[in-house]
């Protein structure tokens, strides 16, 4: 078997596995298959197999144990592909108090749309539009997301595959203005953020952030091949 081809085996084998996990087939506390049964469905090496496994164990897919295997690991941190913070991270992280008012809430057309304001220390902090897809999440049709803000709801019920962050630089409108406590035309920092379930969109989300206020950091690493 050829570099090429070895190469392009151990990609769908990851990509097998790793559908099966983010799709809810192989549920958390889910016994993967040995990476000698796994060497065998795919007819490859078992080298092949393992370096798969180690990638998946990288991410947060799966927890290797020594002599019993690998199981599938909770994804309520989505850090399989992408690690995505939800608005009550960013406050508590930051040493704040959390709280949230959801603004308005409306179910049609086979989507939840949302309106959210998060509060750090009863202050205004982030101004949240969301639209959720209930052919991929349909338990959110019936969530008034009181006990919990929608990204942090979707983070902890529904795994996700794939995502798109989009920043942008805006002036407040009236509506925004007004609900951040900022004066008309203060700039925002906006993300727009969608996230899809192999293939299936599950939602998109505006954040907008008073721009004076807030700073968006991220810290990478090299990609494993």
Not at 52 to 73: E, P
Not at 163 to 174: L, W
Not at 180 to 204: D, S
Request: charged share 25%.
């Amino acid at each position: 078997m050829g570099e090429d081809s070895a190469r392009s085996l151990h990609d769908q084998i990851r990509e097998d596995l790793e559908t099966r996990i983010l799709s809810g087939d192989w549920p958390p506390g889910h016994r993967v298959p040995s990476e000698l049964e796994l060497a065998g469905v795919y007819g490859c090496s078992r080298m092949t197999v393992n370096k798969v496994m180690t990638q998946l164990a990288g991410a947060g897919l799966v927890l290797r144990r020594r002599r019993a295997g690998s199981v599938v690991l909770p994804q309520r941190s989505q850090n399989a592909v992408l690690e995505i913070h939800n608005v009550k991270d960013e406050v508590l992280a930051a040493g704040g108090w959390y709280s949230h008012d959801i603004l308005s809430r409306d179910v049609a057309g086979g989507r939840v749309s949302v309106a959210c304001l998060h509060r750090k220390d009863d202050a205004p902090f982030c101004l949240e539009q969301r639209v959720i897809y209930l052919d991929a999440v349909p338990g959110a049709g019936d969530e008034p997301f009181i006990d919990e803000p929608p990204g942090a709801w979707l983070l902890a019920h529904v795994p996700w595959s794939e995502a798109e962050n989009q920043i942008t630089a805006e002036a407040a409108s009236g509506d925004a203005a007004a609900h951040l406590g900022i004066a008309g035309g203060t700039p925002l920092l906006v993300m727009t953020r969608r996230t899809w379930k192999n293939g299936e969109p599950v939602t998109e989300a505006r954040f907008a952030y008073p721009g004076g206020a807030h700073r968006l950091t991220a810290r990478f690493t090299p990609s494993q091949n």
